[in-house]
């Protein structure tokens, strides 16, 4: 067990000190049984200020650490998150309804992301470059931001935590960190992970609450200095208008609504086994997730059978047999069922699953059966709406350039892919689709540690997380100038 850590009350944690809270608690429930499995303190409007100031305080003798050094207290976390892997990954999937093999999965994701972002300590490149002005040198540096506020979503705890913290220290940022609510666990044991292993407590502080109470509070205090938020287009929308009054630096990465073309020369076996990992892992809970699948008419009918038979075949249920859990939050389950009775009344046909799970096991939990959907228009509410769980609506094209423009007539632009035995068909996609990840003969996955991930219009403001270009969120650039003298040599 790391350093006092109580996985029943789940406390902020700011100057490295656990909270009660000053206001009320609010129960942690289980996604799988509905059941009470911790407390978790709610801070207040003044402990948010208490968390910022703390980081403010200790963020420019972080800074003040070469940053070869912050890459390795960051290694040295990676290493002991790593030892105890067996612990994150099971406290994973309590809280967030998952099976344990894909909590580990995760887990390992997460320490990837974080030896990746720790060997940039290594690295944070700027640039020389010539002047056009004799005896003049001009380069850049990177230097930190400040103050981070992140937040993070509740579909994957410890990737989240690591794509945003990580990036943000070895920038020489302090951070103020807000998890979702609905696995607040996982957060507060990695941020003991990092502390315990060298983070100096108030250079990572976190806030655990409710996003419209302790969020709001944390992007609107005037002592940050860059905003980090995954989450819903709504609330981004919110907080950069927040931001853009205090002209505040923030990165959004926001929802998708992912197309999933399949040509008429694919190998349907295989689009439709991609199909179904796009559409129904992690309970349809990715933004990245496969949501919109444009069918060229000819392999329609037969797309559609083996798409619905995979699906059926699914086992609902946290078992490491089984293919996915439930979504996270009572609420989620009934936006869910209700935009699906919706499309109904529109005039879709679900051709499996649309209800809550009642399978003997699962009837506490927050399930819900993945679901097929066809018939609604690609401007019907249901195709233009992220839903955030295993849902898959089906559309009929006649022709690969019906599929591309229907794939791009989306409020979102996050991730595509397509199906094709065609070079020119494949190349020509990754060239014409207007999102930020294009994915051929696989599925509407996600970006790799090294790679960046965002997306277009309502999917995001045009940053990038993880890779290389997450720097560009955590730091600024400085140009440097020097002036020489040859003749005072």
């Known amino acids: 067990m790391l350093d006092n850590f109580d996985p029943a009350n789940v406390r902020s944690l700011i ?55 912050r890459g390795r ?44 972002f720790a060997g940039e300590g290594q690295r944070l490149f700027g640039r020389t470059m010539p002047s056009g002005a004799p005896n003049k ?54 941020a003991r992970a990092l502390i315990q292993a060298g983070v100096p407590a108030g250079v990572l502080n976190v806030v655990q609450g409710l996003g419209a109470e302790v969020g709001g509070a944390l992007t609107a205090h005037p002592d940050v200095d860059v905003i980090s938020f995954t989450g819903s287009t ?39 086994t991609w199909a179904v990992a796009s559409a129904f892992s992690n309970a349809g809970q990715r933004c990245a997730a496969g949501s919109r699948f444009i069918v060229m ?32 939050n009572e609420r989620q389950l009934t936006n869910i069922l209700t935009a699906i009775e919706q499309a109904r009344t529109e005039g879709a046909r679900v051709h499996c699953g649309g209800h809550r799970a009642s ?28 839903l955030f769980g295993p849902v898959g609506n089906v559309y009929r094209v006649e022709t690969y350039a019906e599929a591309v423009a229907m794939a791009n007539d989306s409020p979102y632009g996050l991730t595509a892919c397509i199906h094709t035995r065609s070079f020119d ?33 309502a999917s995001g403001n045009g940053t990038r997380e993880p890779g290389t270009e997450a720097l560009d969120v955590y730091s600024d650039l400085k140009d440097i100038y020097l002036i020489t003298e040859p003749d005072r040599l």
């Open 297 to 328: 008419s000819s392999v329609y009918d037969a797309f559609l059978a083996k798409f619905i038979d995979k699906t059926k075949a699914l086992k609902l249920g946290v078992g490491d047999d089984c293919a996915l859990g439930p979504v996270i």
């Open 359 to 386: 399978a003997a096991g699962l009837e506490g939990g927050f399930y819900i059966e993945p679901t097929i959907i066809d018939g609604a228009t690609n401007s019907d509410t249901i195709s233009c709406t992220e």
């Open 73 to 116: 207290i960051l290694h040295q976390a990676c290493n002991l998150i790593e030892s105890r892997a067996d612990e994150l990954s099971a406290i994973v999937a309590r809280e967030a309804g998952k099976p344990l093999k894909d909590a580990k999965g995760e887990t390992a994701g997460a320490i990837q992301c974080g030896r990746f």
């Open 137 to 190: 040198s001009a380069m850049t540096v990177r230097q930190p931001c400040g103050v981070a506020a992140l937040i993070t979503a509740a579909n994957t705890p410890a990737p989240n935590f690591a794509w945003k913290v990580f990036p943000a220290l070895i920038c020489g940022n302090a951070v103020v960190l807000k998890p979702a609510e609905d696995t607040p666990i996982s957060a507060d044991w990695m």
């Open 425 to 457: 068909r494949a190349w020509t996609f990754a060239r014409d689709i207007r999102t930020g990840v294009a994915v051929v003969n696989a599925g509407t996955f996600g970006s790799e540690p090294h790679m960046p991930f965002g997306g277009l219009r």
């Open 234 to 272: 709504r609330v981004g929308r919110m907080i950069a208008e927040q931001a853009g009054r205090r002209l505040t630096k923030v990165s959004l990465e926001l929802g998708g609504k992912n197309a999933f073309i399949v040509c008429d020369d694919a190998d349907l076996d295989k689009a439709a």
């Open 15 to 69: 100057g490295g000190k656990a909270l009660d809270s000053s206001v009320r608690k609010t129960p942690i429930l289980d996604p799988h049984s509905g059941e009470t499995i911790a407390q978790l303190h709610l801070a207040s409007e003044a402990e948010v200020t208490a968390a910022v100031l703390a980081a403010r305080a200790a963020w420019q003798a972080w800074a003040a650490v070469p940053p070869v050094e």
